[in-house]
């Protein structure tokens, strides 16, 4: 992928979303939804993968037809939230292997700890989704992209939900070689840096928690 930031803007995407912000979407249907989100930004940052051509006999005959060519691929959900993306993107791509990172936010700090770490052998033959709903200092998804680059990952990609500006400026400036996908650039982080306006804390609506 060229651009350092993709916001799809497809109308599905954004309906979706707006349904999401809204406080008053239950648990039920906000899993519904990310997951149904999760879809359509898979299908973006898939987008470019790398093809070559097999030969196969239709019914009518035989041709030269495309399948996917390049390097497998890996997924990485940051616990715990990443999962509510994870499922739809799996669906999508059911052969992928799966690595888990889990890391909370001081609330002092808002630094990541680390409490969890199990990632895919051979990170480096293949591409790497990394997915977290809330792009927001940043500072879970650069830690997690250290580990996984320190697990041989050389190729990774981000998808989120939403991100701040914040967030990604520190991505780049920490990542620069890793393309983010999201559904939507929210305006600021607040003092306890929550995405403004955003939909509040992914986890907790997706898992009915509080
Ligand atoms: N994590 C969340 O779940 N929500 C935010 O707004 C920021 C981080």
Do not use: W
């Amino acid at each position: 992928m060229s651009k350092h930031l993709t916001v799809v803007e497809h109308p599905l995407v954004q309906h979706k979303l707006t349904l999401m912000r809204d406080k008053g979407t239950s648990t039920a249907s906000f899993r519904r939804l990310l997951r149904e989100i999760s879809l359509l930004l898979a299908y973006e940052i898939t987008r470019d993968l790398k093809m070559t051509t097999t030969t196969i006999e239709t019914p009518l005959r035989e041709m030269e037809a495309p399948i996917l060519g390049g390097k497998k691929l890996a997924l990485v959900s940051i616990l715990r939230a990443g999962n509510g993306l994870l499922d739809g993107v799996l669906e999508l791509i059911p052969a992928a292997r799966v690595g888990f990172v889990g890391l909370y936010r001081d609330p002092e700090t808002l630094k990541p700890v680390e409490y969890y770490c199990k990632l895919p052998s051979h990170l480096e033959d293949r591409v790497t989704i990394v997915v977290d709903p809330m792009l927001a200092t940043g500072n879970s998804s650069v830690a997690a992209i250290d580990l996984i680059k320190a697990k041989g990952a050389t190729s990774i990609r981000f998808m989120c939900l939403l991100a701040a500006p914040e967030g990604v400026e520190r991505m780049k400036e920490a990542h620069p070689d890793v393309p983010i996908v999201t559904a939507a650039l929210d305006e600021c982080l607040d003092e306890h840096a929550y995405i403004v306006p955003g939909l509040g804390d992914a986890g907790d609506r997706m898992f009915g928690t509080k």
